[in-house]
């Protein structure tokens, strides 16, 4: 059965958790030109333009988050997108470390972190409550 077929069967609960968590990261990616726009001005410039493993860590792990969504989603099989949004939910722990560390080095101000951070924290949260829902029809199924 094609993805976009069992998406459609899917629980409602469930089909609005991913959408919930598709417009939130469509709406991460619409902040690119806002808040992480202005990370990327930042990182642009000074010290934090020629740390590059960092600047460009960060910007790799935030795209994962998406990509891992769409990958996981595409596979077809709950087990695997499960599997996928447990990645995608790490990648935002690893935003979230790596602008301590460019808070804690001076790249970032106090409110770019806050903004940036809390971000990441909801998008987190919401992969954590779509991870839990896939989880539970894992186990609903497996019984």
Do not use: W
Request: net charge positive.
């Amino acid at each position: 059965m094609p993805p976009f077929a069992q998406f459609l069967r899917q629980p409602q609960i469930l089909i609005l958790k991913i959408l919930n968590v598709f417009l939130r990261l469509k709406f991460s990616a619409s902040l690119n030109l806002n808040k992480i726009g202005r990370f990327s001005k930042v990182s642009s410039k000074g010290a934090f333009s020629k740390d590059f493993g960092l600047r460009d860590q960060i910007r790799r792990a935030s795209v994962s988050v998406m990509s891992n969504i769409a990958e996981g989603f595409d596979r077809g099989g709950r087990a695997e997108f499960h599997h996928f949004v447990v990645i995608a939910k790490g990648s935002c722990a690893e935003v979230r470390s790596q602008l301590y560390v460019a808070l804690d080095v001076g790249y970032l101000t106090q409110e770019l972190f806050d903004q940036i951070s809390s971000l990441a924290l909801e998008v987190s949260r919401i992969l954590g409550g779509l991870r839990s829902s896939l989880q539970k029809q894992r186990d609903g199924l497996n019984k």
